[in-house]
């Protein structure tokens, strides 16, 4: 059984530039969050999502920022337009329906860097 | 105020003893605790939860939550150098089913 899958692992971008970061959830987990991280600071919650649905983007930046989970597909964790401070881990997590809802599995991460 | 909050560190202790990490929270009507720890460059690993007041334990590791107070425990017991690693406070608010708070980290030294 597969965990949380993320890729790619190291992203590269140059400011101005679009970042999209991919998420596949756990087999039989249909929800998905997405969080980033700063060197030596905890997780900071971004976006929750459901299939077709956004639940929760309330950490969301209002700008630039965006998230889809399709109903075929990945997740994606979109930036546009790309600044320095955008540099971070981004982490995915997923946790299925029901009783273990509270459970969420994290992904390996994506180090996003920006020149 | 920071929903979650922990102290920094490092926490330094000896090979074989107990290592005592806090963490407190702000919501009162929290329902879901959890303990994850985090080795450098590398993904959480949930380690505990915690839904009702006392202990539960799980091998070494024994996560303690006292609602009154507001604060949630992990204990260590044995602690490893391979325990050595950032551990993670993470909450689930009330009224926010799918909504987690995480604290910053402790990091945690255990010295051979």
């Known amino acids: 059984n597969a965990g949380v899958m993320q890729n790619p692992r190291h992203l590269v971008r ?19 969050y997405w969080y ?9 919650f971004m976006v929750y999502l459901q299939k077709e649905n956004i639940i929760d983007e ?11 989970f399709p109903k075929e597909g990945p ?9 320095r401070g955008d540099s971070a881990a981004y982490f995915c997590a997923s946790s299925p329906t029901g009783d273990q809802a509270d459970t969420q599995y994290f992904g390996p991460g994506t180090r996003l860097t920006v020149l | ?15 074989g003893a107990i290592a005592s990490l806090n963490c407190t929270y702000s919501d ?5 605790f959890f303990w994850y720890r985090q080795y450098s460059g590398k993904s959480p690993e949930l380690i505990m939860s915690i839904y009702s007041n006392g202990d539960k334990e799980d091998g070494r590791f024994t996560a ?11 204990l260590i017991r044995d602690s490893q150098p391979s325990d ?28 051979p």
């Open chain 2, 1 to 15: 105020q920071k929903e979650v909050e922990q102290n920094s560190g490092p926490l330094s202790v000896p090979e």
């Open chain 1, 75 to 83: 997740s994606i964790l979109r930036i546009q337009q790309v600044v």
């Open chain 1, 36 to 44: 980033r991280q700063l060197p030596e600071e905890g997780l900071k």
């Open chain 2, 64 to 74: 303690q939550l006292n609602k009154a107070s507001q604060y949630v425990s992990l």
């Open chain 1, 58 to 68: 309330s950490g969301m930046p209002k700008e630039r920022f965006s998230a889809e």
């Open chain 2, 84 to 111: 050595s690693a950032t551990y993670l406070c993470a909450v689930r608010l009330a009224g926010n089913f799918n909504k987690f708070y995480f604290g910053s980290g402790t990091k945690l030294n255990v010295k």
């Open chain 2, 28 to 32: 009162r009507g929290s329902q879901s």
């Open chain 1, 14 to 32: 140059r400011r101005g530039q679009e970042a999209r970061l991919r998420c596949s959830p756990m087999k039989g987990h249909s929800h998905v």
